[in-house]
């Protein structure tokens, strides 16, 4: 069997052609991400084009917006470098010449879109720590002319829900030990306790929204269950209707009808799944299933429900969009997200299942390179991030990129891991550097055992707490790691906990303490975890690499790292860039990151790297 040809990188993290689209209110026009000289803005025009650029960002670019309900204004947010100071902007689309505006023009503060209203379809419901940085009030926004009021101020809130008339009426608030609360106001103004959880169920609590009528709450708990339900909770009473459940996986995703009512769950299992919950949208549902293989999403749809976005997930193509007629239940293509990796030799995805030496069963993922045998393979140990989320079935970059240059890639759902029920991801809690990491390499005695790795040819490679678990892995078992990539990777943990940006009660600071370590309490237990307190003991090769501005993880937990190899001259590559945050977002720096690692990875594990001006690739 022969190798195909090398996949550019260029086409595997270069911009894609189109991404995330969104319907117009009435259903006649679509907004999409798109890049203008290789940087994303948003583009809009008629479902079948043409399509016109309406933002024009030279940075970072432009990655999220929504329509607002008066079908005249997009809506997106932009930061600055990666400081995660967002700013929220309008642009009318409509505008001879469209120019953004600043609706939220305030220094150093951080605007979040809460929600939009067709009953309101000239505001905006906007999140801002105008007045305390530690504190979102929720403000009224006025998106003609930028008028803000505020309408709701309430301590320890971590989200607000707003109602039909973009009323902020319910809210997440921390509680005491890492609880949360639902709470919901009254019309006296008064705040009352609806939905309440302990420790173990806030990293599974969410709030879908309102019905219209404002009488029921639907909620995403696993308060008396192993997993995440699906419930329909009365304002008044409190009193809970299941809707969806798995006995074993999360319910990770709803759809809604314009009365906000749900109608559609999505259970993640191996691969995501959409279930109807009633009977009116179930030949929908079937429709969309029987139009082509894939993961079906529905995105989105118009205000008068006639029309759906949908996209179709496979991991082997490009994801494609279509737009699906509700009265004809017919689908008709729009675009991909990239032409250029149609008919490329991209491989498909495995799940994989083992038995952790404690008993606990671990899920992930298998993306083997093709034209090779399966065993004896260099291997990459790809660490998702979070840590409090999951590695997913379907197309990659990283993954293909792996798999195209000849490594196994092995992608594992950690305990700690969202989507397989609480006790699976609370078994994670204290465990950053001992059980989680012990599953990591228990992933690595699986794949060797089975033939498929070489075990003298392992690396590890992972950003945020992936970058953190890959400077574990190299400092503290290099007998099983050959060399190791990190990307904004916490490297002492009482510095970068105590570094946590916000109050003392934050819901963010109570979660870290309680699941990572208290950095004065537990000062002893987060140094042995710390990948700097042997850092001077790395004897395999380290890519180290960080955004300057990142608010997250500090660039100063890589340089107090990077300071200690250079002193003991230890073999190392340090990348930082200086107009970055927590994600590599502009181009250059983002290929200029994936060009680096690979010549490390192909210089330690014997891989394949493309050679300067290689572009041509084996088609089928």
Not at 69 to 78: A, I, K, P, R
Not at 80 to 105: F, S
Not at 235 to 245: D, I, N, S, Y
């Amino acid at each position: 069997m022969a190798s195909p040809r090398i996949i550019p990188r260029a086409i595997l993290f270069g911009n894609p052609d189109r991404l995330s689209p969104a319907l117009s209110p009435d259903g006649t026009r679509i907004g999409f991400v798109s890049p203008v000289e290789g940087i994303q803005n948003v583009w809009c025009g008629p479902l079948g084009g043409p399509y016109t650029a309406v933002t024009d960002d030279r940075g970072r670019g432009v990655h999220v917006f929504a329509w607002a309900h008066d079908g005249v204004h997009l809506l997106y947010t932009q930061d600055r470098d990666g400081d995660e100071n967002t700013h929220l902007y309008a642009v009318d689309v409509t505008a001879a010449t469209p120019v953004p505006r600043d609706l939220t023009p305030y220094p150093r503060v951080q605007a979040r879109l809460i929600a939009l209203r067709p009953g309101r379809p000239g505001h905006v419901l906007v999140g801002m720590n105008l007045r305390d940085r530690a504190v979102h009030d929720a403000y009224l926004v006025d998106i003609g002319s930028g008028e803000a009021e505020p309408v709701a101020s309430r301590p320890g809130v971590t989200a607000w829900t707003a109602d039909a008339d973009l009323r902020p009426l319910a809210a997440v608030e921390t509680r005491p030990a890492d609880g949360l609360a639902v709470v919901v106001r009254d019309p006296d103004g008064s705040w009352r306790t609806l939905h309440e959880v302990d420790h173990e169920d806030t990293m599974l609590l969410r709030v879908i929204g309102f019905t219209r009528s404002g009488t029921h709450l639907l909620l995403l708990s696993s308060k008396g269950s192993p997993a995440t339900r699906l419930l329909r909770v009365a304002v008044a009473t409190g009193a809970a209707e299941v809707l969806a459940e798995d006995a074993k996986h999360d319910v990770v995703g709803v759809g809604t009808d314009p009365d906000g009512e749900a109608r559609l769950a999505v259970v993640r299992r191996e691969r995501s799944h959409v279930e109807a919950l009633r009977a009116d949208v179930r030949p929908d549902v079937e429709a969309l299933l029987a139009a082509r293989a894939g993961e079906v999403t529905v995105l989105g749809g118009d205000d008068a429900d006639r029309t759906w976005l949908v996209r179709y997930l496979v991991d082997d193509g490009p994801a494609e969009f279509r737009w699906y007629d509700r009265a004809t239940r017919r689908t008709t293509p729009l675009f991909t997200h990239s032409t250029a990796l149609e008919g490329l030799p991209l491989v498909r995805v495995a799940p994989f299942a083992f038995t952790a030496r404690d008993g606990l069963e671990i899920n992930g993922y298998l993306t083997f390179p093709s034209g090779v045998p399966r065993r004896g393979l260099p291997t990459v140990v790809v660490v998702h991030g979070g840590p409090w989320t999951r590695d997913v079935w379907g197309l990659r970059g990283e993954t293909q990129w792996f798999a195209n240059r000849g490594y196994l890639a092995v992608q594992v759902n950690f305990r700690g891991s969202t989507g397989y029920g609480k006790d699976f991801v609370n078994a994670g809690d204290r465990q950053w550097g001992a059980a989680m990491q012990d599953d990591l390499l228990d992933a690595v005695s699986h794949v060797v055992s089975r033939g498929w790795a070489d075990p003298g040819r392992v690396a590890i490679y992972g950003g945020s707490y992936g970058g953190y678990a890959a400077l574990v892995g190299v400092t503290t078992t290099p007998e099983v790691f050959r060399c190791g990539v990190a990307v904004a990777a916490p490297t002492d943990l009482r510095t970068f906990l105590a570094a946590v940006p916000g109050k003392e009660l934050s819901g963010l600071t109570q979660r870290l303490w309680r699941r990572v370590g208290h950095p004065v309490h537990d000062a002893d237990m987060l140094w042995a975890r710390s990948p700097l307190s042997r850092i001077d003991r790395l004897r395999v090769p380290l890519l180290v690499a960080h955004g300057a501005n990142d608010p997250r993880v500090p660039a100063a937990e890589a340089e107090q790292a990077v300071a200690v190899l250079r002193a003991k001259g230890i073999d190392h590559e340090y990348l930082l860039f200086p107009d970055e945050g927590h994600a590599f977002t502009r181009p250059r720096n983002r290929l200029a990151f994936y060009a680096a690692a690979e010549r490390f990875l192909a210089r330690h594990l014997g891989g394949r790297a493309e050679e300067p001006g290689e572009a041509a690739v084996t088609r089928p």
